[in-house]
């Protein structure tokens, strides 16, 4: 048996997501995060929006449980995997795959859009001329550079992991281009779906492998919430590293 059925979960609300939005708020050009990136720990709502996962988890059908856990290695992503499987009450193992972290900002990690623009100029027009899908900050990734890593995690998991279904705990850009893959989109696409449909924190996306697929994958669901908003608990959509405001925590 390898794996047929993914169930992806953007991590619940972060310190980091707050600082990203209190800097867009204030029109900051630099983001006051309260740790390195993969050390930033959710917020208490990002913990109250992972226990509801974890209570999703639990109502499952026995079937339709996942049986292995792969997760960014990024503190945020690892925590709301942990406190998603203590509230459903399972003990899953946990693999995590650092192809699965948050995207490289590079020099403009911790800046925001009008930050970028103060301080970097040249690369606020680089990034304006060749487009937000392409464009990759010194040092750092581009979307499709995420791509890439997600083909490969896609490839793994498909190929060799014996569980038919696999829970995975990440960030927004790294889901969206799970769909991006899954659904063999183009880049107008997949912006359009960043602009009109951004991921929320704890957010649940579904795919399944379809060999009649032109991928062999497809996407059952995307960015559903309603196990959020059952139990009252806050639905945000708060900015990350994929978002306009610049290298927040995705």
């Not at 992972?50 to 997760?71: D, N, Q």
């Not at 704890?202 to 959020?228: F, Q």
């Not at 908003?229 to 639905?235: M, N, P, S």
Request: proline content about 5%; some cysteine.
């Amino acid at each position: 048996m390898t794996a047929s059925h993914l169930i992806l979960v953007r991590h619940g609300q972060s310190e980091g997501n707050l600082a990203a939005e209190s800097a867009a708020r204030n029109s900051l050009e630099r983001i006051v995060v309260p740790a390195r990136d993969p050390d930033v720990e959710l917020s208490e709502v990002g913990r109250q929006q992972a226990a509801a996962v974890g209570r999703w988890l639990a109502g499952l059908p026995e079937e339709e449980r996942p049986g292995i856990v792969w997760t960014s290695p990024y503190r945020r992503a690892r925590e709301s995997a942990e406190i998603a499987l203590e509230v459903a009450g399972t003990e899953l193992r946990v693999r995590v795959d650092e192809r699965l972290r948050d995207r490289d900002m590079g020099i403009t990690d911790m800046l925001t859009v009008p930050g970028i623009r103060s301080r970097y100029p040249e690369e606020a027009e680089r990034r304006e001329w060749i487009g937000k899908f392409y464009y990759r900050p010194p040092g750092g990734e581009s979307w499709a550079d995420v791509a890439q890593r997600v083909r490969g995690v896609l490839t793994d998991i498909a190929n060799t992991e014996r569980h038919e279904r696999v829970l995975i705990t990440a960030h927004d850009v790294v889901i969206l281009m799970f769909t991006y893959v899954a659904e063999g989109l183009g880049e107008e696409a997949v912006l359009d779906r960043s602009r009109n449909d951004p991921l929320k924190n704890a957010a649940i996306c579904r795919l399944s492998r379809d060999e009649e697929a032109p991928t062999g994958w497809r996407v059952d669901d995307y960015n559903i919430d309603t196990h959020l908003r059952e139990l009252g608990v806050a639905v945000t959509a708060q900015p990350g590293a994929s978002d306009e405001v610049g290298a927040g925590r995705g």
